[in-house]
């Protein structure tokens, strides 16, 4: 108790264990005990909210809106504003006080009756009972599976919050938010009863990905196969980084037409195979990598960057001036671009400071990179795939993807796809691509060997095609020549992992550390039940991967 913050739910987290006193992912004290108290209010608010759902009632969207935006703000790079968690944990106590006033008495958990204070000061005193370890006498287990949910939830919230920017929404996630994180209040729920919460968790992360599936292809069309330029061009710019395609979309329409060219960064990559985006001819290519090297790539460049979601880290001066955010991202002095009531933005701050920085001087060579392997364009090759797997020509499929990071053994994701066999395809996702995304890598019965799936949230294509494949092969997806090689950081992996496990996926390795989260005793029960492997050294996981399809 004596420590300044305590938190381990991303991969970086401080010696494997937890941080103290201060966030390797920049966040200070101040800003993650705002945030245990916020996830705190939303456990209360739960609360009631599970009460009036058991009656038969629907909780006001609005509210909804908030927790789903709420648990956002708290995931890994997201926002690092003090102000901006304030005015949260004050809307989420006058919540709290409109649904325990609709409520049925009864007995309530602390997360429930606490009232919260009026000023920061008393937030910060009274954070310390919503600390992952205050209660100390615990089951570790119980906490283990607890905070597992809800770092689930913090995923699926990413998802929710990137489907409903597109006015899409599942009932069943909006009404999940509550039942799951009332549970994690719940003492009566053994530990058999919260391993059934996680598994329930990942069945929702299922239905939250398939429906961001369905609000970006029916809005952009399915993606299909097209080239991206990784360099440079002459002329002014904006980066525009994160997730959403709305916000891209926004930018393209409102820079058309004034002589500024349009980047990718990071997880927005594939938005370059969406028909509707990738038809503005001023959207020219992808710049940069991975979400971990922004200071790097972003340093003193003659352009305007935005920030739709995470990942954010600390602006340095020589950028800060031309960085914006948007959604619920945020950094203290960083301008935050807001939504309009008639649900559009304006970018013209970032459209001046485009045009006012001027740009890069001079083209660099073109080198392209395919994307846009999504579920649609992939399974429209179902055929070609089925009959050279058949004739062996096509002898094993791997998904190699998930988050990147800074922390040293990422370098194995590079080494074991350099070492595919070349009868083999890698699919993959998420910015974990950019460790070999740009490497060659041939073809493979007349396809592309690497298949660029899309982003994070694109495991559901993923699972798509290889249910798709199974339904063929006439069986499960444990039994085609698969294997799911996944490197983790935030919470959206968390969800990702969690949605894997639901389906009853078996064998994956996961990487480059274990969860600080994941109790010993948890973490044998997903070794027993699914054969969860940690990553070894890319030599022998590719043969154990292999040696049951090689003679």
Known sequence: MENAMFCYQCEQTMGGKGCTKHGVCGKTPEIANLQDLLIYQLKGISCYAKQLIEKGESINKEI?????????????????????????????????????????????????????????????????????????DLDPDIRSLRWTVIYGLKGISAYGHQARYINYHSEQVDRFYFIALEATTNDSLTVEDLIRMVMRTGEISIEVMRILDEANTETYENPSAHKVNVKIKKGPFIVVSGHDLRDLEQVLKQTEGKGINVYTHGEMLPCHGYPKLKKYKHLVGNYGSAWQNQQKEFNDIPGAILMTTNCLMRPRESYKDRIFTTNVVGWEGVKNIKLNKDGTKDFSLIIEKALQLGGFKEDEEEKEIIVGFGHNETLSNAETIVSAIKNEDIKHLFV????????????????????????????????????????????????????????????????????????????????????????????????????????????????????????????????????????????????????????
């Open 400 to 551: 190699i993807g998930g988050c990147d990071g800074a922390k040293p053994g990422r370098n194995y994701y590079t080494e074991f796809a350099e070492k595919v066999p070349k009868d083999c395809i890698i699919l993959t996702l998420a910015c974990g691509k950019y460790r070999f995304n740009k490497l060659e890598f041939g073809t493979v019965a007349g396809l592309p060997r690497l298949l660029d799936v899309g982003q994070c949230n694109d495991v559901y294509s993923a699972v798509k095609i290889a249910s798709t494949l199974a339904d063929v092969f006439d069986t499960d997806v444990n039994s085609l020549p698969l294997t799911i090689v996944l490197s983790w950081y935030e919470q959206k992996a968390v969800a990702d992992l969690l949605a894997l496990l639901s389906l009853g996926v078996n064998g994956m390795y996961l990487g480059p550390s274990l969860p600080a989260f994941i109790s010993p005793n948890v973490l044998q029960y997903l070794v027993d039940t699914f054969s969860l492997k940690p990553i070894s050294t890319p030599d022998d996981d590719l043969k154990n991967s292999l040696q049951q399809h090689y003679k």
């Open 64 to 136: 909804v809106k908030f927790v789903e935006n709420s648990l956002f703000t708290t995931l890994t790079n997201v926002n690092f504003d003090v102000e901006a968690h304030v005015e949260l944990l004050k809307e989420s106590q006058e919540i709290k006080e409109d649904l325990r006033a609709k409520a049925p008495t009864g007995t309530y958990s602390n997360e429930a009756t606490y009232n919260l204070s009026d000023n920061k000061e008393e937030m910060l005193k009274d954070s310390i009972k919503a600390g992952i370890m205050y209660d100390q």
